[in-house]
């Protein structure tokens, strides 16, 4: 991604040092957070310094690499206790799991410590060039789906920060807007962290992207009144059935796309998908705190005393979902398409 004409990575690491977009930060002002070890990284992806769930894998293999680089022997059960204790952060996101398995695997049974910093840190390396080129296809297949002129609503932010880059849902649109389509976006406020106000306002304005930006309650008034052409949302975990975890509030998009005949798609790439989970029951939803709906950037806006509940993903059953848009093409929600895909990646 482009911000003041210089490229970005989401998230980097540069001599041992892993480098992020602090987007606590935005749309205040753009700074980049350096993180310089375990206990940094994990309370940053607690805290979403780092968030969306492809930043979040990166920052999990990212973190392990950075874990074997600080080592002075080759100490195996040091190296599972890190991928527990980044592995526990975000409870929801699939990608998390994923980019951490990458390193783990690829150091797995190796005792020479030299051997083990470098194969850690390049599957970190590689774990990222591979996640930004699924981003880049999913890019390239979503943008078939988006015709001239066309209205698009989007939930939360699953742009170029929340993936390494280009986003899931966004690259279609940022890949429209290159082939010079009109599109314009409704991006969902999504309480309470307020990722779409915040960050998806944000990059659509660094890439001149029409938008307006509304409050999470009024999609339905929008598709009602035959204002959205299409909805494209990310992913934070899909399950064997297509059943899809995604940011709270997701769910009821979907109805609402359903009611009004308005075609809803996902966006996401092989690491979004877990195979332990053979439907959405099985999806661990993460609980925050409540302060987050009680509070709006630390200012009370709710009564003394008043109690929240704050579930932060939602999961859509895959009824609802016309297609998901993948870095191998575009797929049915069902199982026997998924279990096609996920087969086409052994091998
Ligand atoms: O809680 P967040 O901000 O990490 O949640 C992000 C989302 O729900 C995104 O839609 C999802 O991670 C897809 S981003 C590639």
């Given at each position: 991604m482009k911000i003041n004409n210089k490229t970005y990575r989401s998230i980097w690491m540069e001599n041992g040092i892993i480098k992020t977009?602090?987007?606590?930060?935005l749309p205040w002002s753009f700074e980049i957070a350096e993180l310089t070890n375990r206990e940094q990284v994990a309370s940053a992806i607690k805290t979403m310094l780092i968030r969306g769930a492809l930043t979040i894998g990166a920052a999990g293999s990212y973190g392990l690499a950075q874990f074997c680089l600080s080592l002075?022997?080759?100490d195996l059960d040091a190296i599972a206790e890190t991928r527990e204790l980044l592995g526990t952060?975000?409870?929801?996101?699939?990608d998390l799991i994923h980019g951490l398995d990458f390193v783990f695997n690829a150091i797995?049974?190796?005792?020479?410590l030299d051997i083990l910093k470098q194969k850690a840190t390049a599957a970190a390396e590689e774990y990222a060039s591979r996640s930004i080129e699924s981003c880049r296809l999913i890019g390239e297949y979503g943008n078939k789906l988006i015709k001239n002129d066309s209205h698009i609503l989007t939930h939360c932010n699953a742009g170029a920060i929340a993936t390494?880059?280009?986003?899931?849902?966004?690259a279609p649109i940022r890949i429209a807007h290159k082939d010079e389509k009109l599109v314009f976006v409704f991006v969902d406020e999504t309480r309470p962290r307020l990722q779409g106000s915040r960050l998806t306002a944000w990059e659509h304005r660094e890439e001149s992207i029409s938008f307006a930006i509304i409050a999470d309650n009024a999609s339905g008034f929008y598709m009602q009144h035959g204002e959205i052409d299409i909805v494209i949302t990310g992913a934070d975990r899909i399950a064997r059935n297509g059943d899809t975890a995604n940011k709270i509030g997701t769910y009821e998009k979907a109805v609402l796309a359903k009611e009004n005949n308005v075609p809803f798609y996902i966006a996401a790439p092989r690491?979004?998908?877990?195979?332990?989970?053979?439907?959405?029951?099985d999806i661990p939803i993460e609980e925050r705190d409540e302060a987050e709906v009680l509070e709006l950037n630390g200012v009370?806006?709710?009564?003394?005393g008043a109690a929240a509940r704050n579930p932060s993903f939602d999961v859509t059953p895959?009824?609802?979902?016309?297609g998901i848009i993948t870095e191998k093409g575009v797929i049915e929600p069902s199982r026997d398409a998924i279990s096609s895909y996920l087969d086409s990646f052994k091998s």
């Open positions: 977009i602090d987007q606590l930060k002075t022997a080759a952060t975000r409870p929801t996101a699939y797995k049974g190796e005792t020479n390494i880059d280009y986003g899931t849902a966004l690491s979004t998908f877990d195979s332990a989970c053979e439907s959405g029951t009370r806006i709710a009564p003394l895959s009824r609802y979902i016309t």
